[in-house]
């Protein structure tokens, strides 16, 4: 009787462990290859321009410009799926921006102005653009836009003004 019972002790245990083991390959597999089937280009690309924005705060320029370039790949797939975000359209102005590539960037920042003009990111982005350029005087147009937001773009813009 007691072997029996150790019997079926061992058997209830082995049956959990494959059905453990199972239900655990059942789900990895679908995880796994689900990822580019979830992936979301645009949240990538926040990532990585949140990323690079880090690196270059502590002077590692080529390193934040690796990751920027990265978030505008991820941000070309977005676009092409909804080319009429202005959150997409500031972000690939951004990093063609922070690439040097001014006149691509100021397209892109322009575009999304069209579709929302109050954009306080594309407003103090596009002005710090006119800025690096030396256009002083259509910096001053997007920070007179951000004058009544309250936020932190207006701050940005008019520091980035007021050095120049």
């Known amino acids: 009787m007691v072997a029996d019972h150790q019997l079926l002790n061992m058997i209830k245990k082995f049956i959990f462990t494959i059905t453990f083991c199972l239900f655990t390959q059942v789900s990895f597999a679908a995880g796994g290859d689900s990822g580019s089937d979830t992936s979301n280009p645009q949240k990538d690309a926040q990532n990585f321009v949140k990323r690079g924005k880090k690196l270059e705060s502590k002077g590692k320029n080529e ?7 990265k978030a505008y790949e991820k941000l070309l797939e977005a676009n092409k799926a909804d080319s009429r975000n202005p959150d997409i359209l ?33 407003n103090e982005y596009l002005g710090e653009l ?35």
């Not at 951004?94 to 954009?119: S, V």
């Not at 030396?134 to 773009?153: M, S």
């Open 90 to 122: 500031n972000y690939l102005g951004f990093t063609l921006r922070k690439a040097g590539k001014y006149e691509q960037a100021e397209k892109y920042y322009l575009q999304g102005l069209e579709i929302k003009p109050n954009h306080d990111g594309i």
């Open 130 to 164: 006119y800025v690096k350029t030396n256009r002083i005087d259509l910096a001053k147009e997007r920070l007179e836009v951000l004058k009544n937001c309250k936020c932190e773009e207006y701050q940005e813009l008019k520091e980035a003004i007021g050095n120049k």
């Open 63 to 69: 390193k934040a410009l690796k990751l920027y370039n």
